[in-house]
């Protein structure tokens, strides 16, 4: 399918991406704690004959050099930019930062009909990086609503990787020790996906070793049923923290971040999930 890609500067720094012949279903492609603008991912679902626009939503013009703090009005107001472009239905595709972030949109933003979380967590973490003051500390909620600061869980920085510090390190231990730590706090933390009225798709594999998304993706999928609303969870137990959907470049080694898994299992992760995240951002219900 021909798209036409277009750069957008304001109020986001990004591209959209669009079928020649348009669309009325709309995405919103959110990266993690890389900040980068999912370019690639935009163009795969373009192909697919929908308006993908992906977006830089900390570390750009005007934003907070972290994700700290992070208004989640900058995702609604990119469902109103789809909304006045045509779409009918909207998506947020998210992954690890980017899925907390959609999951929340949805949350508060009931135009939201499908979200897709990948390698999702459970919680409402604490600030990735500083917030518009330059202080990474004291720890803050990653996340705001209407100028409020959303619940948290802050990190334990008694913790210490069990890799050598030459290399890249594997924090899934650092969450873990940090969710026991602060086991009080993670109750008001939780993201209540079962208020949301969106469709939910999750999609975690079982040797990430950025954080436990699997166990995350399985609460959050028991919060849902236990309210009565519809989930679907794929999952591979030898995929790691990046999936990687058909069509989609081999992604590259961090010199900071172990991320578990093998290019192959996050590719047949991300194969298993493609046909479900096309038929839910296609479904009309």
Known sequence: MDVVERELTDPWEGVLVAPACGSDIGVVVLAGSSGRVERERARILAEQGMTAMAIRWFGGPGQPPGICEIPLEIFTTAVDFLQANGAERVGILGISKGAEAALLTAVHDPRVDVVIALSPTFHVWCNVGPGRDGAQHPYRSSWTWREQALPFVPMDDSWTPAEPDSGPVAIRG???????????????AEIPVDKARADLLLVAGGDDAMWPSLPFAEQLARRRRSAGATVRL???????????????????????????GTAEA?????AAAWPQILNMLRSDG
């Not at 650092?174 to 008001?188: I, V």
């Not at 794929?234 to 578990?260: C, M």
């Open 266 to 270: 996050d590719a047949l992760l991300g």
């Open 234 to 260: 794929i999952a591979r137990h030898d995929a790691g923290h990046r999936p990687r959907l058909p069509g989609e470049s081999r992604a590259p080694a961090s010199p900071q971040f172990l991320y578990g």
């Open 174 to 188: 650092w969450y873990e020790r940090s969710a026991r730590a602060f086991a009080h706090l993670l109750p008001a």
